[in-house]
């Protein structure tokens, strides 16, 4: 029924192709026995039930691929732990951005993360682009994303105008509306770049 909390995802598989109850009913008790292990802090069962759901199928299961991410980093605190996975995942889902999409959008906004690895956002986002055959603008607009984050405001504007330009006719107002938020914010750094430069020089008596 739509109130429960797994008709969401399964919305979405549906949208991406890969909705297949079966699968889902098989892995359901794994899935299930992974977060009781992750609820009494046993994360060693945790992270082998995780492992046997993915090798079931790890693309279609690739939402738990990436709650395996925020497992190590947020319950496990396993900051090393989370990068290597995160690594693996660049790896393993080379060619599904949808699932490494998923897993930038959580480095980047999820609120339990304490760290976060922009480095690993970068070589996702950076696989999302070239996982596409046309060098897809929305992986551009990751990578913008990413830089934005990050803090370097002039690479986040350049990236996401590139976006823009290769974004389809129906994307381009988003895509723009983005990159006016990055311009201002670029604008808005290289002035008080300047300021302190002239406030600096003025000091030093220039």
Not at 83 to 110: F, N, P
Not at 122 to 148: I, P, T, W, Y
């Amino acid at each position: 029924s739509p109130t429960s909390p797994d008709f969401a995802p399964m919305i979405e598989k549906a949208v991406f192709g890969r909705y297949n109850p079966s699968l889902a009913k098989r892995a359901e008790p794994t899935i299930r026995a992974a977060n009781e292990a992750i609820r009494v802090k046993n994360f060693k069962d945790a992270w082998k039930h995780f492992d046997a759901v993915l090798a079931i199928d790890a693309t279609f299961f690739g939402d738990i691929a990436v709650r395996k991410y925020k497992a190590l980093a947020v319950d496990a605190g396993d900051a090393a732990g989370a990068s290597d996975w995160g690594k693996q995942m660049v790896s393993t889902y080379a060619d599904d951005s949808h699932t490494l999409t998923d897993l930038v959008d959580l480095i980047l906004t999820d609120s339990d993360l304490k760290e976060r690895d922009y480095a690993l956002a970068e070589s996702a986002a950076a696989a999302v682009v070239k996982a596409s055959e046309r060098g897809d603008a929305s992986g551009m607009a990751l990578q913008a994303q990413v830089a934005f984050a990050k803090g370097d405001f002039a690479a986040a504007k350049d990236l996401q105008f590139k976006a823009w330009q290769a974004a389809l006719p129906d994307d381009k107002e988003s895509f723009k509306r983005q990159l006016d938020i990055y311009s201002k914010r670029a604008a808005k750094e290289a002035g008080a770049k300047e300021v302190g430069a002239k406030e600096a020089g003025a000091k030093s008596g220039g």
